[in-house]
């Protein structure tokens, strides 16, 4: 069974940094994609960054500049490390991995770990 695990929020000032990590167990294969996601009060979940096998990562607007999204050293591990955090950062974020296994699309999703920023 596939289980990612998110660890590192916590409260912040404005102007912090966070550095949230993704642990992933139960797959023999090193996921397609690894992305993290967010769900701020009142708001929809949105994605926040993702990062593909080939290198490839791409960000949303809002934290371009401010965010990095990386592959950890073990396999299936993916980092989000968060510098200048704004109030509007606040979040629950949460890891996701997803791909197609041979012709089966596959997607798993952690259970997430808050973040707050404020003064």
């Known amino acids: 069974q596939v289980r990612l695990e998110e660890s590192g929020g916590g409260l912040v000032q404005p102007g912090g940094s966070l550095r949230l990590s993704c642990v992933t167990s139960?797959?023999?294969?090193?996921?397609?994609?690894m992305a993290w996601y967010r769900q701020g009060p009142g708001n929809g979940r949105e994605l926040v960054a993702d990062?593909?096998?080939?290198?490839?990562?791409n960000y949303a607007d809002s934290v371009k500049g401010r965010f990095t999204i990386s592959r950890g050293n073990a396999r299936n591990t993916v980092l989000l490390q968060m510098n200048s955090l704004k109030p509007e950062d606040t979040a629950v974020y949460y890891c996701?991995?997803?791909?197609?296994?041979?012709?089966?699309?596959?997607?798993?999703w952690g259970q997430g770990t808050q973040v707050t920023v404020s003064s």
């Open positions: 996701k991995a997803s791909g197609i296994w041979g012709k089966f699309p596959y997607e798993y």
């Open positions: 139960g797959s023999r294969f090193m996921f397609d994609t």
């Open positions: 990062n593909s096998k080939d290198g490839t990562s």
